[in-house]
């Protein structure tokens, strides 16, 4: 089964592979403040723009069948920003949620969160846990933010976690193996969709800064020029598309066909 989309500008036509639609796609949604720069705004207006960004690309994402959409929101390292625009941020998961569980519900997609969120403000704690209980019924596709989430963090709170099993005499050395270390990490709850098949990053940077270390092992990278704000639905079904026209062989060859 096929279907094509058509870009605008210029007009290129796109053809996915639902069959072959990435189960689960990560996003690294960079460029807001650059964005906002370019048009002489402050930085927090790109945010602003971002968050309608996300409600649109959750919904296409949605639409093609995609199981889980991981949106890398803020780092362990964001924290180093200026306070007022962190502090802008910390407010941006109320205002986003308040506009948009409904259109979730409708959608029929479940939010989950991931990363340290006990450091959080305690409002945007509470934001966030009120649209993972709202949504908690949903049996469609996961919407996975990662929200104070840094990826090395994230493997030494799991290591900790195995050598306190070992230390308790509940997990020896010998049977810690790459599924151990997959349940220990934040991601376990995606299961079976722990690992991204596509990561998408915009606005040119070409690296994952700290994002889903272990799990982005034979993740498919697409990097994309635009910056998130500008990305719509026929971008990310463009990405799709890029992915679809990759050879993954995850350390294997293909024979050729005779």
Do not use: C
């Not at 002489?40 to 296409?60: D, F, N, Y």
């Amino acid at each position: 089964m096929r279907m094509f989309f058509n870009k605008k500008s210029p007009v290129v036509s796109t053809e996915l592979d639902l069959e072959r639609i990435p189960k689960h796609v990560a996003i690294i949604m960079d460029g807001n403040g650059r964005w906002a720069k370019a048009k002489g705004l402050p930085r927090v207006a790109g945010h602003q723009q971002g968050m309608e960004v996300v409600k649109k690309i959750t919904v296409a994402a949605s639409d093609l069948g995609v199981k889980v959409l991981t949106l890398y929101a803020f780092s362990t390292e964001n924290w180093k920003r200026p306070a007022s625009e962190v502090g802008f941020l910390m407010k941006l998961p109320t205002r986003f949620f308040d506009t948009f569980v409904p259109e979730l519900i409708q959608n029929n997609v479940k939010v989950q969160v991931m990363g340290y969120i006990d450091q959080l403000p305690t409002e945007t704690q509470k934001a966030v846990q009120q649209a993972i209980d709202q949504t908690k019924n949903n049996t469609g596709m996961v919407l996975n933010f990662a929200l104070n989430y840094g990826g090395r963090a994230e493997i030494i709170t799991g290591v900790q976690n195995l050598a306190r099993k070992v230390q308790t005499g509940s997990l020896s050395p010998d049977q810690i193996d790459e599924e151990q270390i997959s349940n220990a990490l934040m991601t376990a709850p995606l299961a079976p969709y722990q690992d991204p098949e596509l990561l998408i990053r915009t606005s040119g940077e070409n690296r994952i800064s700290n994002f889903l270390l272990w799990q982005l092992a034979y993740s498919e990278m697409v990097f994309l020029d635009q910056h998130w704000p500008d990305l719509d639905a026929d971008g990310f079904k463009q990405a799709i598309s890029i992915y679809q026209g990759r050879d993954r062989r995850f350390g294997g060859i293909k024979e050729d066909k005779k």
